[in-house]
């Protein structure tokens, strides 16, 4: 099963959702919340080119946030990136 990383924020919805699909596919991530932490914010900036959370990565794949990532699921998809050997 591939890495999955979530860079996230306090009181961010979108990043709730994520971590409930993800939790109600019984995979497992590493959250990285930005808040109060300068240096994981300009680390997602820089990795990314995005400032809004949730920013999910699934391996070496830059998913995005979550609407990319209830599309990737929606169109049956999300389950072929979960089971790519990890990093």
């Known amino acids: 099963m591939s890495n999955v990383i979530i860079y996230t924020a306090n009181h961010c919805l979108y990043c709730v959702m994520a971590k409930r699909l993800f939790a109600s596919k019984q995979v497992s991530y590493t959250e990285l ?6 240096e994981l914010r300009a680390e997602m900036l820089q990795r990314t080119k995005r ?3 949730p920013q999910i990565y699934i391996g070496d794949v830059h998913v995005g946030g979550f609407d990319d990532l209830h599309a990737l699921d929606k ?3 999300l389950d072929d990136l979960l089971a790519r050997p990890g990093c």
């Open 75 to 77: 169109a049956k998809k």
């Open 51 to 53: 400032r809004t959370v």
């Open 33 to 38: 919340n930005i808040d109060k932490n300068s």
